[in-house]
């Protein structure tokens, strides 16, 4: 059975620094395309970022482009949203997905973290 466990997360000011993990167990992570979605209160859950299966291959929504990247550590059986420059309205729980295909839409991910809250105060 594929299981995610995310850790990182919490508070940190603006223009910090933050990164979340997603370790994989059950398959090897690059058996997936791993991607990151985020929900913040009152709104509906959003893209953030997806890697594909070999790591080669990144894609990130518009709003964080340039400020997140993600990325694989086969050894560690992990992936990794490394968040820099950080808004206010980058306040969110993360989530990290896996699925056979690398794609921007929710549905096409089969396997879910339990979610990392991620506060970015002003």
């Known amino acids: 059975q594929v299981q995610l466990v995310q850790s990182g997360g919490g508070l940190v000011q603006a223009g910090g620094s933050l990164r979340l993990s997603c370790a994989v167990s059950g398959r090897t992570v690059s058996d997936y395309a791993m991607g990151w979605f985020r929900q913040a209160p009152g709104k509906e859950r959003e893209f953030v970022a997806t890697?594909?299966?070999?790591?080669?291959?990144?894609y990130y929504a518009d709003s964080v482009k340039g400020r997140f990247t993600s990325s694989k550590d086969n050894a560690k059986n992990t992936v990794y949203l490394q968040m820099n420059s950080l808004k206010p309205e980058d306040t969110a729980v993360y989530y990290c997905v896996a699925g056979n295909s690398f794609s921007v839409i929710l549905a096409a991910y089969d396997y879910w973290g339990q979610g990392t809250q991620v506060t970015v105060s002003s």
């Open positions: 890697i594909n299966q070999s790591g080669r291959s990144t």
